[in-house]
């Protein structure tokens, strides 16, 4: 914002203005450069100019800053009316707020979130720090361990292969003769005499002390198998006593079991007694009773006499095959009078049927002329609609044909130009 008469603006950028509202003003008017002052005052300034007339204007300080003010809040007021979003929505303070406010909120928990993280790696290298020690640490001790194993279970002088470069083999082999019984010493070795035995003491120490040996293990190993068959004859017993009594609680309950299976036996043989005497009874009434029907049957029968009605009771139209002696005349004559009659039915139906056909494929025959005669009719509508509609429309297309030329050539000649539209919007008022 330009504040009038305020002292700190600067002769330059005043005297720059003046000169550009001049020139804008006359162009005729020519200007002098103003003495250098050391400070700017509007109550005191006096400006001076030039015409082509010779005559002093006196230029007013505070109109032309009303100006240049005025020009500047209308070129602000031109950026808010023109700017279409701005114009229509404004701008919500109370949003902006609380934006800068959820902002301001979200920084801090970022910073809180990279603090968070910076800590938990500090935490981390001081724990892979840690776990590195620990692991230099295990490495130098399983290091230190494979040294003392080498020193103690590797030695150069237990390899397999030592005796082969001792450096010292002559020095720290065998003697010639170790004792009597040594068996490097031959018949011809002149190293063993008659009489000589060198290791007399050590021998008898050495047996004496293998028999003391040999008789506490003697009697360690007979307690040992004392005890072990005392412990096997403890639980032996216990294991036979045991097993009787499980064999006296299983001998009672089998007891039990049977007498209980003897008895449900005999109850069940009884009942199956009972059963099967009924049951002959039952049959044997039923076997008189059914000898009595037969009797009487075949003393009734008509088998044996001389009927020739063997009609059937439970077939009206059938006959009894245990009983059919053969149809009489007049039932065959029925018989056949009924076949003739049957055949001529058939007949008279074939030729309905063939008339019946014939007819038929007569009226399809009319009926696909019909359709045929249609059809042909039908197309030659169908085509003399669409050349109508042919002719109409090349009809209607040269009509708009000579409404567009028209409309371009004659009517519409005047079109607007860039600087038509180029007016407008150029002021807020």
Not at 52 to 66: F, G, H, N, Q, S
Not at 182 to 204: H, I, N, T, V, W
Not at 307 to 334: L, Q
Not at 336 to 341: F, V
């Amino acid at each position: 914002m330009v504040l009038v008469g305020h002292y700190h603006w600067g002769q330059k950028l005043e005297r720059a203005t003046l000169q550009e509202l001049r020139q804008k003003a006359s162009p005729t008017t020519t200007t002098l450069p103003y003495p250098a002052e050391p400070a700017f005052s509007p109550n005191t300034e006096q400006l001076t100019e030039f015409t082509m007339y010779k005559i002093d204007l006196p230029v007013d300080t505070k109109e032309a800053a009303r100006i240049i003010r005025r020009k500047r809040v209308e070129e602000e007021r031109k950026l808010r009316i023109f700017n279409p979003k701005q114009r229509m929505y404004g701008k919500d303070l109370e949003a902006l707020r609380k934006q800068i406010e959820e902002k301001k909120a979200r920084d801090e928990q970022e910073r809180q979130l990279n603090e968070a993280y910076n800590q938990d790696m500090c935490r981390r290298d001081l724990l892979g720090i840690e776990i590195e020690r620990r692991l230099q640490n295990d490495r130098k001790r399983v290091e230190q361990d494979i040294q003392e194993y080498r020193q103690v279970n590797q030695r150069y002088e237990d390899r397999r292969e030592f005796d082969l470069n001792d450096p010292g083999y002559v020095k720290n082999s065998y003697p010639a003769r170790l004792h009597d019984e040594d068996p490097r010493c031959g018949l011809a070795s002149m190293q063993r005499f008659e009489g000589e035995d060198l290791s007399y003491k050590e021998r008898l120490n050495s047996q004496a002390m293998q028999r003391r040996v040999w008789l506490d293990y003697q009697i360690k190993e007979k307690r040992a198998s004392q005890q072990q068959q005392n412990e096997a004859d403890a639980m032996y017993n216990q294991r036979l006593r045991e097993t009787d009594l499980r064999n006296c609680q299983l001998f009672a309950a089998q007891m039990q079991c049977r007498r209980a299976i003897h008895e449900a036996t005999c109850n069940y043989n009884l009942a199956l007694a009972q059963e099967m005497n009924e049951r002959k009874n039952i049959e044997k009434v039923a076997e008189e009773e059914a000898n009595m029907a037969h009797q009487l049957n075949m003393m009734q029968s008509e088998l044996l006499s001389e009927t020739t009605d063997c009609t059937s009771v439970g077939r009206p139209f059938g006959v009894a095959r245990d009983r059919f002696k053969g149809f009489s005349a007049d039932r065959i004559a029925a018989i056949k009078e009924e076949q003739r009659r049957q055949i001529l039915d058939n007949r008279r139906r074939d030729r309905d049927e063939a008339e019946f056909n014939c007819a038929w494929d007569k009226q399809k025959l009319r009926e696909e002329t019909a359709g045929l005669i249609l059809d042909e009719e039908m197309r030659n509508r169908h085509r003399d609609i669409r050349s109508q509609m042919s002719s109409t429309n090349m009809e209607l297309a040269r009509e708009q044909r000579l409404r567009q030329e028209y409309l371009n050539r004659i009517l519409y000649t005047n079109s607007p130009t860039e600087d038509y539209f180029a007016q407008f919007n150029t002021t807020t008022r």
